[in-house]
């Protein structure tokens, strides 16, 4: 009897345990978004992200500040780097450019074909040429 009990609650707790791998996860929100949509999903924020940093050649401590309780780790809310509110101010005139004088309407989708991007000028540089 006691031998049934045991059995029957290690098949119950190890069936818990392997169900629980299913269970739907809360999706890392972010937060201060100022031009990306509020609602974009944690992995279309990392493609933008990604596309960001290939166009640029740079990688994300280019932009974000590292946490002050962590530096090992970035911060990715803060604002303490310039270059992010740049950033900003670019990705809203790539959206002006597309939409005035390619007729993009929603430029603001991430998923966009926008004819006017970041690499456009950027080619793989932080800074492009004056030319």
Do not use: W
């Not at 990306?36 to 933008?48: A, G, Q, R, T």
């Not at 990705?91 to 966009?112: C, E, G, L, P, Q």
């Amino acid at each position: 009897m006691k031998y049934k009990a045991i059995a029957t609650l290690s098949v119950l707790v190890g069936t818990v345990v392997m169900l629980s791998g299913f269970m739907p996860k809360e999706e890392k929100k972010a937060s201060n978004l100022k031009v990306l949509p509020k609602d974009i999903s944690y992995e279309e924020l990392d493609k933008v992200m990604d596309g960001f940093k290939a166009a640029l050649g740079v990688k994300c401590n280019f932009c974000h500040a590292a946490s002050k309780d962590d530096p090992k780790h970035l911060d990715f809310a803060s604002d303490a780097k310039p270059e992010k509110e740049i950033a900003r101010s670019m990705m809203k005139m790539t959206y002006r450019i597309n939409k005035k004088y390619f007729h993009i309407k929603d430029v603001y989708n991430t998923k966009a074909v926008l004819a006017v991007n970041c690499i456009t000028c950027h080619r793989g540089q932080a800074h492009p040429e004056d030319k």
